[in-house]
């Protein structure tokens, strides 16, 4: 099958290997002495009382965000994989055991003997998770959810949440300090916020997108994850200053039929390339081939015209990587010429 006109600019990933090794990759010892860390994270009070030796992430997110920062030497595992890790921070990641591909049990973290525990959404730490935070803090273990997944977000229904605020990059930068602060690298944490902003600005320089119209398809063919208004996929959007053809809802990942896909008619396919297999059209290979083969979709003017762009699934959630999402959609606009 044909993979012409397929964005996946090989600059990124000299982008990426700068951001990983400009904020420290060597030891990362945990300060003598300092006092405790107390946050406010996703309704919880959070305290740390020294600087975490024994981290256990349960989500890709918050592990990139922690190999990036040079902790890999005070992580104890990770967990829930979609992608492989973020470039730039292969070495640093085969070093941190990885508990589970998906989520573990609450016994198997517990058996990594964790001191902290990360993760990147509400889910993980909840009723059918891996376990509440509740229970882990009881036995002495303080847990964080990146903000990204709660700040103005309403995740009590049964899918993925809604937001009654769009989600902002700075959301990302908060989550990235605190977890300096918890670890005592706060100025691993400020190097690595200013390497993602000086990478927006590059990215969104000069770029006038208004006339696009953008899709963001994530996961399964049958009934189809799009991208609502307000997410990580909004973060690109408004970024770029294009136009999400579902920016009429606020539900983060809405299940959407074919013909209405199809009748929205979207001028670009933001497509996810995930290398987990949980749901049906994960690959960016697997997706293209059914769009190009569906009687709904073969005629759509992105699927005609072959204007996709790839995206790993960390770059289409809110993490360190959405700026990875808005760099590769830039580029891919501009490839296609549709954008300055």
């Known amino acids: 099958m044909p993979f012409a006109r397929l964005a996946r600019p090989a600059v990124l990933a000299v982008a990426a290997l700068t951001l990983a090794t400009g904020c420290g990759s060597g030891s990362s010892a945990a300060p003598a002495a300092r006092a405790a860390v107390s946050l406010t994270n996703c309704g919880y009070a959070v305290r740390v009382e020294s600087p975490p030796k024994r981290a256990v992430s349960l989500n890709q997110g918050t592990t990139e965000i922690l190999l990036s920062l040079g902790l890999a030497d005070r ?58 935070r509740d229970q882990f803090e009881k036995l002495g273990v303080p847990t964080y959810v990146s903000p990204s997944d709660c700040a103005g977000k309403d995740n009590s ?5 809604s937001r009654a605020k769009p989600l902002t990059i700075d959301t990302v930068y908060g989550e990235v300090r605190d977890l300096a602060e918890v670890f005592g690298v706060e100025q691993r944490g400020e190097k690595l916020v200013a390497s993602l902003k000086k990478r927006m600005a590059t990215a ?40 999400n053809v579902f920016d009429d809802t606020r539900e983060e990942w809405p299940q959407i039929n074919w013909e209405t896909v199809a009748d929205r008619d979207p001028g670009v396919l933001v497509i996810g390339d995930l290398t987990r297999d949980s749901e049906t059209a994960e690959s960016a290979e697997r997706k ?8 709904v979709t073969r005629n759509m003017a992105a699927v005609k015209n072959k204007r996709y762009v790839l995206l790993s699934g960390q770059a289409m959630n809110p993490t360190i990587r ?11 606009l501009r490839e296609f010429g549709l954008a300055g």
């Open 204 to 243: 969104t320089s000069g770029i006038d997108a208004s006339d696009v119209t953008l899709l963001y398809w994530f996961a399964n063919s049958e009934s189809p994850y799009m991208a609502g208004c307000c997410g990580a996929p909004g973060v690109i959007t408004r970024a770029l200053g294009a136009k």
């Open 322 to 332: 959405t700026v990875e999402g808005v760099e590769q959609v830039a580029a891919g």
């Open 75 to 132: 992580m104890a595992g990770t967990a829930t994989w979609t992608d492989p890790v973020m470039k730039g921070l292969e070495k640093a990641n085969r070093g941190v055991q990885r508990i589970a591909d998906n989520n573990p049990s609450f016994e198997r973290v517990l058996d990594a003997d964790p001191d902290f525990v990360a993760a990147s959404f509400v889910s993980t730490l909840g009723k059918g998770g891996v376990a509440a």
């Open 288 to 295: 293209i081939a059914f769009l190009e083969s569906n009687p």
């Open 157 to 161: 229904g049964d899918g993925d949440g």
